[in-house]
């Protein structure tokens, strides 16, 4: 079975630093491969906060996580400084399909790679609904160009 490479930067339109802390450390002296989702996760909460108005504790509307993967292809450590790219590979009426690379600072290549997929519900009844239209137009700045995909 061939495996793909790495994903490189110029794959994702959106980028955030995100640091690596002591307790991300596994007994191999390396980031443990639980921490990557979580790198995935805090990087789509900031853009989905800043760029989308998403308020995560009052907003009637919000994204649940449906489907994660993850593939690693070198290792990452305390302190390293990283970089978590993010571009939206598929927006449907109430899901998103993120995928996200993961740098360390400075590097070309992805650490790993992934995707994200949230469905986004009613807070209330937790039952998909539209995605409201600002989270959606910020979503949509994130779509790749069909050739990037």
């Known amino acids: 079975m061939s495996r793909r490479p790495p994903t490189t930067r110029s794959a994702y339109r959106w980028h ?20 990557y989702y979580s790198y995935f996760d805090t990087a789509i909460a900031h853009y989905l906060m800043r760029e989308g108005g998403l308020d995560p504790w009052r907003s009637p509307v919000v994204g649940f996580a449906v489907d994660t993967g993850c593939r690693f292809h070198r290792a990452l450590a ?53 995605i409201p239209t600002a989270l959606r137009a910020a979503l949509a700045r994130l779509l790749a160009e069909p050739a990037e995909r």
Do not use: K
């Open 78 to 130: 305390f302190p390293d400084r990283l970089e978590a790219g993010l571009v939206v590979a598929h927006l449907g009426t109430s899901s998103c399909r993120y995928e996200i690379g993961i740098f360390r600072a400075g590097e070309d290549s992805a650490a790993a790679d992934g995707h994200f997929v949230h469905v986004f519900v009613d807070r209330a009844s937790q039952r998909p609904v539209p």
């Open 16 to 35: 955030v630093p995100l640091e690596t802390r002591w307790m991300d450390m596994d007994v191999y002296g390396h980031v443990n491969n639980v921490v």
